[in-house]
């Protein structure tokens, strides 16, 4: 089972010379996933967890079990917050299309959230979620075709649609999200192991109040 590092700087106040006056990082976070007999076991840290361990922050422990043919279950504790989160999902075909359901509960806060995916096809995927607390419905649509990929979200409670596109040349990989309500936009670039985000506003005077995120991640076996 694959685990991975990822570390990130974070480039902030772009000046006309386009140099940032603000960096953050470089940020951590870990997964290290093991196979334990019938479960997979996955340990997750960040920066906050290494610099003061006894606090916990950003620790979370889970472990994943198959319950049976097309269902498994998730328990994720965290211990800086006291919170656990249970997750079931179930897997079956319909009709010639793939369909998956979960349902997941975090104790912190009371949340039930359910989610259905249909996969009609491998070109074409719809999902649905909706969360009790909130009581907030997301759909959201993807489009394969080739290298290209094609997709939008729409949030009935907020009324905000998103669309995003993803082409992949090679090695490269170019992506695009946008959001229509708020004029907010973010592109990457990714090489792997290497990935470049730039987040901000879009409008008449071009892209502004830009973000930029560097990312590298290894990946390993433990």
Known sequence: MTSKAEAALTFKGFGSKLVPSEVTGPGVNVQLKKRAEDFLLTLAFN????????????LVLSAERKLGSGVKGTLAYIPAANDALATL?????????????????????????????????????????????KEELVFSYEH?????????????K????LLSAEKKEGK???????????????LSWQLKPAKL??????????FTDVTAKLLVTHEFEI
């Open 197 to 206: 985000v730039l987040s901000g506003k879009t409008g008449r005077r071009g």
């Open 47 to 58: 920066d906050a967890t290494l610099r003061d361990p006894k606090a916990a922050n950003g």
């Open 172 to 186: 490269h990989t170019l992506a695009a999200i946008y959001s229509p309500k708020d004029d907010a936009a973010t």
């Open 89 to 133: 999902q179930v897997d079956k075909r319909v009709n010639d299309s793939d369909l998956t359901l979960k349902a997941a509960y975090q104790l912190r806060g009371d949340v039930f959230t359910v989610e259905e995916t249909w996969k009609f096809d491998p070109q074409n995927k719809l999902v649905g979620k909706y969360n009790f607390a």
């Open 144 to 156: 394969t075709r080739g290298s290209l990929k094609l997709g939008a979200q729409y949030n009935l």
């Open 158 to 161: 907020t009324e905000k649609p």
